[in-house]
């Protein structure tokens, strides 16, 4: 058990920490600690200019799960794209369905490609089960309509995102013949042979889960 | 510029005409923003091609220096329309008395792919390792070599091997680099791929970031998990593991291999 005053000793050592190697070792201490307090602390290392710290507190902060959805919601930074970007990773690994909102709005119009991507894969992976039914569907369309129009993007790397993205829709949603059909739609037109591989790799993982018998 | 490795001012809105026409404009800045407009859409109509390879001769646009920025951005488009037409003129640039001209035509002519090229790049090794020290006064070498090692590469100058590997001695690490790359790519021998992936141990985040791309160029499988661990930023990675999966794919085959299911893995946990 950590007690408040101990919570506060590591939230401080993060706080005060002076090299990049004291920082990463803060933020370990916290997530090891598991302490809901943290939470806070660790969404604002996301902004640190610290990759590894960043990726230490990610870590964290999906292991801490559906808890850390909303804090990583409200403390979204608009400022710094590098911070926005983790800060999406790990809504879109806990793939909490509170987080739709804020998955849509950044793989449409997010600035930077980073974001951009990480939302669009998110997108796919939501758990749709924990929305009641009447939400569910709604919410499932809007994320299919994003996708399809992502996968339109100039930048290949958004289109190659948009298709891993309608890959886990396929599988978590009731749409897997709507997305298979797009995704020949996708393969017919697409410039980008790599973009176009990552679709006959989704083509092939798809039919293989019908074959599965999911 | 984090996010992206294409250049990326602010775009003004052009037609395809209007950017022909400004090449030829009283105002300079209109000619040099039209010249990298045409690559940066790659307009690659005959009218473009033909106006850009004039403004390789451009003497209105120049520098206090006698630096000549206009024919330095049209070298860099005709390296990106993929019309050898462009090879003449951009032989010309590499004896012009501007570093950065002569470092954008032999980018481009390694772009273009004509072999053509090589008996023209070879003289700008001239001198060896011994010759190619810093410019007093400028940010550069005495010559391209970067760029010229890298075209020398791609344009498969196997015969010139015993030129460029004194250069993988040479202290600018981006230098050593690039003739890392062009020996891989030259002889497919492991040792310099090996070699090339050490760099992206280095603790410069620039060299790190030259590694990945340099890795990408090669499609250097063997490198697949160090560039998705490397410590940059994962757009860099991603453009990099793109470019081994490029190296794995066969168009006349629809079936996917091991190794490019197992690249695009990596770019998917990086997204």
């Known amino acids: ?214 | 510029m984090l996010e992206s490795t294409e250049e990326n001012p602010e775009v003004v809105a052009l037609t395809v005409e209007q950017a022909i026409a400004n090449l030829k404009h009283e105002d300079l800045s209109l000619r040099y923003y039209a010249a990298w407009w045409l690559g940066r859409f790659r307009v690659s109509e005959p009218a473009a091609i033909e106006a850009l390879i004039v403004a390789l001769e451009d003497e209105d646009y120049r520098t206090q220096l006698g630096d000549y920025p206009l024919r330095r951005n049209a070298a860099r488009a005709l390296g990106k329309l993929g019309n050898r037409q462009a090879v003449p003129g951009l032989l010309k640039c590499l004896n012009c008395s501007d570093f950065y001209v002569r470092e954008a035509a032999a980018q481009s002519l390694g772009m273009l792919g004509d072999p053509i090229a090589v008996p023209a790049l070879i003289p700008l090794l001239a001198g060896g390792v011994a010759a190619a020290v810093q410019v007093p006064g400028r940010p550069h070498l005495t010559q391209p070599y970067t760029a010229v090692l890298e075209a020398l590469g791609s344009l498969g100058a196997s015969d010139v091997l015993e030129l460029i590997q004194p250069f993988l001695e040479h202290p600018v690490a981006r230098v050593q680099y690039a003739a890392l790359r062009a020996l891989y790519q030259l002889t497919g021998d492991d040792v310099y791929g090996q070699r090339l992936m050490q760099g992206l141990e280095s603790s410069d985040l620039n060299l790190r970031r030259v590694v990945l791309g340099n890795l990408g160029a090669i499609g250097y499988l063997p490198a697949s998990n160090a560039i998705a661990r490397a410590s940059t930023e994962s757009s860099f990675k991603i453009f990099a593991l793109k470019g081994l999966l490029e190296h794995q794919l066969n168009p006349t085959q629809l079936d996917l291999s091991d190794a490019a299911i197992q690249v695009m893995n990596l770019m998917d946990s990086l997204l």
């Open chain 1, 1 to 214: 058990m950590t007690d408040p005053a101990q919570t506060q000793k590591l939230i401080h050592a993060v706080e005060q920490a002076d090299s990049p190697a004291r920082l990463v070792a803060a933020v370990q201490a916290i997530v090891a600690a598991e302490v809901e307090a943290g939470i806070s602390t660790l969404i604002a290392v996301l902004g640190y200019n610290n990759p590894t710290a960043a990726v230490v507190a990610v870590e964290g902060l999906i292991h801490f799960g559906e808890v850390a959805v909303q804090p990583l919601i409200e403390q979204l930074d608009e400022y710094n794209y590098g911070a926005r970007a983790y800060a999406i990773r790990a809504l879109a690994a806990i793939a909490d369905p509170r987080a739709i909102d804020v998955l849509l709005t950044a793989a449409a119009t997010d600035f930077a490609p980073s974001v951009r991507r990480a939302a669009t894969k998110g997108l796919g992976g939501l758990h749709w089960s924990k929305l009641s039914v009447e939400q569910r569907s709604a919410a499932v369309e809007q994320a299919l309509q994003t996708l399809i129009s992502v996968s339109q993007d100039p930048d290949w790397s958004i289109r190659y995102a948009a298709v891993v993205g309608l890959q886990a829709l396929a599988t978590t949603s009731h749409l897997k013949t709507q997305i298979e059909s797009q995704l020949q739609q996708i393969i017919q037109t697409e410039p980008d042979q790599a973009v176009r591989a990552r679709v006959r790799l989704a083509q092939q993982l798809l039919s293989a889960y019908l074959k599965i018998g999911h």
